[in-house]
């Protein structure tokens, strides 16, 4: 291989590495600085994804509670409950 050939080579692997980042992202802190390791993974997820993954818990949490409510209640009562649910 001549000089010539390397060179171009090495400009083309930096050329590719350079547009995979542009496109897949790099996770950074608040100075620009490149993360790495967990805390990469940990910056790198959106505001909006963790909100909406805690509305979903809060919803899931309130079901569960609802669930508990009638494992844990006497028969008659949740008897009584459904009938009423019945005649509205």
Known sequence: MQ???VIVLIVLIVTVGRVLRAR??????????R?????????DGSAAEA???R???DR?????KVLE???TDPAKRLSDE??????R
């Open 3 to 5: 000089w010539a050939e």
């Open 24 to 33: 897949y992202g790099e996770p950074l802190d608040r100075s620009g600085r």
């Open 35 to 43: 993360l790495k390791g967990r805390r990469a993974l940990a910056d």
């Open 51 to 53: 909100a909406r993954l």
């Open 55 to 57: 509305s979903e818990v």
């Open 60 to 64: 899931l949490n309130d079901r569960i």
């Open 69 to 71: 409510r009638l494992a």
């Open 82 to 87: 459904i009938d009423a649910l019945k005649d």
